[in-house]
């Protein structure tokens, strides 16, 4: 009988090491509250929290040993590039630095102009040039975002 | 009687209310429909902007989303074959096949019928089921409270997920996250690793904007280029004889729906999924074979799905525990505005309860006069390109997320969550599972350290507590159950049975 063999994607091995690592990490921490030991302190349930993550995280990695990576890989080389290829792609990458340099830029440059320069600029970039409709589309958002929050729900801005 | 009826009826009497749910079931519908966005990121932005609303007003906006949101996700399942929503993907097996063969119309107008039919059981059930559980839950002591959430968690880790530990640390991360800040009743810090800003503890709106926001978002990038082939639509009114043939089936369908609604954490993905299971397995003459148009495998998860809707309310209502994600999000609504999900809803606040079962029951009748209009609008707008629409959902989630606090540290916080929350989402992880866990989590603790205290601090007293007393040991053997059906034990004891 031929048992179905389950997949690891490239890149999940060292993912699940590292929740093993954050759960040790948080284990300490939770430790380190007075009374982590005791069974009724502040500290008790954390670090029994925290000692179901460090369970389940070495039972994910444990369920490994019944998994095999891609036949196409062959070589750890081959994953770390597959990995890069899968979740570094340019358009995400993109996007992740231009939204963490907007929300740099919210701060000093107000809210309404940097969301206009960011939205633009991506707008431009995922729809590959067409700067006027994009220009337009931008337009139009930055006045439903000002109706909407700013006329109707009131809510602050940054 | 007549505060009841008086509370029941409020949203159909007050024009702010009505045109509130109104709003919300169409606004949900569109949600629902556009692939990327989801009626849990959407509740979970609104809860920030609607902190200073009254609560009813807040209420009658999140009900309507939801309930235009389960629904709405099925209309792009049929016409484009890319579900709107997780409780809409079985709706593609057979709507997508349907549209295919010129019956979109058809098939539109059966399922926003039957969808209404599943919600409306839904609410009956509720009605009927939640003032009893309630009653019934003012009689567990902390211990069941603690077990119950146990239990609730632990079937969250088991249903939603790729795998039981990829669950159970989901929901342990999450309980982490929710403990974050300073201990109520000791006052010391709890793993804020020193610093001071997070002593207040993260909110949960902000965790929950980062995971359903901007982690849906990334992920979102993955498909960018996706486009939809269109469908022609007409004749979406279903003919009386047509939703009387399958009104049996949607009513059995729409009681699976509300049962597994009803399971904490369960929602109507899962829902539809059993539905469809049923109606493969009962109905032995289709109208087509299933997957290939069958209108019964449009029938049984589209009424599953919306029927659900009401079972989820269930626990949430009677226990302070969210059916799914989108109940949990409401049950932090609820909490914002000083209200007590739970048993004591319902002797403290009875209006909030019977206002969200009129509230429900109105949505539903929306629910079916924008189903069945303005489908020729409607396929123009879900058209919005993933290209225009992801960098919307980010200032979305940054503005949702500086508006519960004016704190920008909050909103760096919210980018954080969305970063952990799409490389869990890569890998397996369900985000469903982490909320529940902040949410639960310091309720957990609490419900712990009662039953604790109440045995005078000795774990040996706790332990015998939980098989000596009637509900307890009840509880104690589901959770064990549980367990035990999730390791290699299940299909070993399965193998001998099966032996001998």
């Known amino acids: 009988m031929s048992k179905k063999i389950e997949r690891v994607q490239a890149g999940e091995k060292v993912f699940d090491w590292l929740l093993l690592l954050l759960s040790i990490g948080v284990l300490i921490e939770a430790y380190r509250i007075d009374g982590g030991l005791r069974l009724n302190s502040a500290g008790s349930f954390p670090v029994g929290l925290a000692l179901v993550m460090l369970a389940s995280s070495l039972a994910i990695l444990v369920s490994h040993r019944y998994k095999r990576r891609d036949e196409s890989i062959k070589s750890a080389l081959q994953e770390f590039q597959v990995f890069l290829r899968d979740h570094f792609r340019p358009h995400i990458v993109v996007f992740s630095i231009a939204a963490i340099i907007y929300l740099a830029a919210i701060v000093w440059a107000s809210f309404y102009i940097s969301t206009f320069i960011f939205l633009a600029a991506m707008f431009i970039y995922f729809r590959q040039g067409r700067v006027v409709s994009s220009l337009v589309i931008t337009a139009a958002a930055i006045a439903i975002i000002y109706v909407l929050f700013t006329v109707v729900f009131r809510v602050y801005l940054p | 009687?007549?505060?009841?009826?008086?509370?029941?009826?409020?949203?159909?009497?007050?024009?702010?209310?009505?045109?509130?749910?109104?709003?919300?079931?169409?606004?949900?519908?569109?949600?629902?429909?556009?692939?990327?966005?989801?009626?849990?990121?959407?509740?979970?932005?609104?809860?920030?902007?609607?902190?200073?609303?009254?609560?009813?007003?807040?209420?009658?906006?999140?009900?309507?989303?939801?309930?235009?949101?389960?629904?709405?996700?099925?209309?792009?399942?049929?016409?484009?074959?890319?579900?709107?929503?997780?409780?809409?993907?079985?709706?593609?097996?057979?709507?997508?096949?349907?549209?295919?063969?010129?019956?979109?119309?058809?098939?539109?107008?059966?399922?926003?019928?039957?969808?209404?039919?599943?919600?409306?059981?839904?609410?009956?059930?509720?009605?009927?089921?939640?003032?009893?559980?309630?009653?019934?839950?003012?009689?567990?002591?902390?211990?069941?409270?603690?077990?119950?959430?146990?239990?609730?968690?632990?079937?969250?880790?088991?249903?939603?997920?790729?795998?039981?530990?990829?669950?159970?640390?989901?929901?342990?991360?999450?309980?982490?996250?929710?403990?974050?800040?300073?201990?109520?009743?000791?006052?010391?810090?709890?793993?804020?690793?020193?610093?001071?800003?997070?002593?207040?503890?993260?909110?949960?709106?902000?965790?929950?904007?980062?995971?359903?926001?901007?982690?849906?978002?990334?992920?979102?990038?993955?498909?960018?280029?996706?486009?939809?082939?269109?469908?022609?639509?007409?004749?979406?009114?279903?003919?009386?004889?047509?939703?009387?043939?399958?009104?049996?089936?949607?009513?059995?369908?729409?009681?699976?729906?509300?049962?597994?609604?009803?399971?904490?954490?369960?929602?109507?993905?899962?829902?539809?999924?059993?539905?469809?299971?049923?109606?493969?397995?009962?109905?032995?003459?289709?109208?087509?074979?299933?997957?290939?148009?069958?209108y019964e495998g449009l029938v049984a998860p589209e009424t599953a799905n919306n029927a659900a809707v009401g079972g989820a309310y269930v626990p949430m209502l009677t226990l302070g525990m969210p059916g799914d994600a989108v109940t949990a999000v409401i049950i932090g609504a609820l909490v914002i505005h000083g209200l007590n999900p739970g048993p004591m809803l319902m002797i403290e606040t009875p209006h909030i309860f019977w206002f969200t079962v009129g509230n429900l029951a109105l949505a539903n009748i929306f629910l079916l006069i924008f189903g069945l209009t303005g489908i020729k609008i409607f396929s123009k707008i879900v058209e919005v390109p993933k290209a225009v629409l992801i960098p919307l959902i980010l200032v979305l989630c940054v503005v949702g997320t500086y508006s519960i606090n004016s704190n920008m540290t909050e909103v760096y916080w919210m980018l954080g969550f969305g970063i952990l929350g799409y490389w869990l989402k890569v890998f397996g992880f369900q985000m469903g599972p982490i909320i529940l866990g902040v949410i639960l989590g310091p309720l957990l603790d609490e419900s712990y350290r009662q039953a604790m205290s109440s045995v005078g601090d000795r774990g040996g007293d706790f332990l015998l507590a939980l098989v000596t007393n009637p509900l307890s040991l009840v509880l104690t053997s589901v959770i064990t159950l549980v367990l035990l059906s999730n390791t290699p034990l299940k299909g070993w004891l399965s193998r001998r049975f099966s032996r001998s």
């Open chain 2, 1 to 294: 009687m007549s505060d009841t009826l008086s509370f029941l009826l409020m949203a159909w009497l007050n024009p702010g209310l009505l045109g509130l749910t109104a709003l919300g079931v169409l606004a949900g519908i569109y949600i629902g429909a556009i692939p990327g966005l989801s009626v849990t990121m959407a509740v979970s932005i609104l809860i920030s902007f609607t902190f200073s609303w009254h609560i009813d007003h807040a209420l009658a906006l999140m009900v309507g989303i939801y309930v235009g949101g389960v629904y709405g996700g099925s209309r792009t399942a049929i016409l484009l074959n890319i579900p709107g929503a997780p409780s809409a993907v079985t709706t593609a097996f057979d709507g997508y096949p349907l549209a295919q063969r010129g019956e979109a119309g058809r098939a539109i107008g059966l399922s926003t019928v039957m969808s209404v039919i599943g919600g409306l059981i839904g609410v009956l059930v509720l009605a009927g089921t939640a003032p009893y559980l309630s009653g019934l839950a003012l009689q567990f002591a902390p211990r069941d409270y603690f077990l119950i959430a146990v239990l609730g968690l632990l079937l969250v880790s088991s249903l939603s997920g790729k795998s039981l530990s990829r669950g159970i640390f989901s929901v342990a991360l999450g309980g982490i996250i929710g403990l974050v800040g300073m201990d109520m009743v000791t006052a010391q810090p709890r793993l804020t690793l020193g610093q001071m800003e997070l002593l207040g503890g993260i909110h949960y709106v902000v965790v929950m904007i980062g995971l359903f926001g901007v982690a849906e978002a990334l992920y979102q990038l993955h498909n960018l280029a996706k486009v939809p082939v269109k469908q022609k639509v007409d004749k979406i009114v279903p003919p009386l004889n047509m939703v009387l043939k399958f009104l049996p089936l949607s009513v059995r369908t729409s009681v699976i729906g509300v049962i597994v609604g009803a399971l904490p954490g369960t929602g109507g993905d899962i829902a539809s999924l059993f539905a469809y299971d049923h109606a493969k397995r009962s109905v032995k003459n289709p109208t087509r074979p299933f997957g290939e148009g069958a």
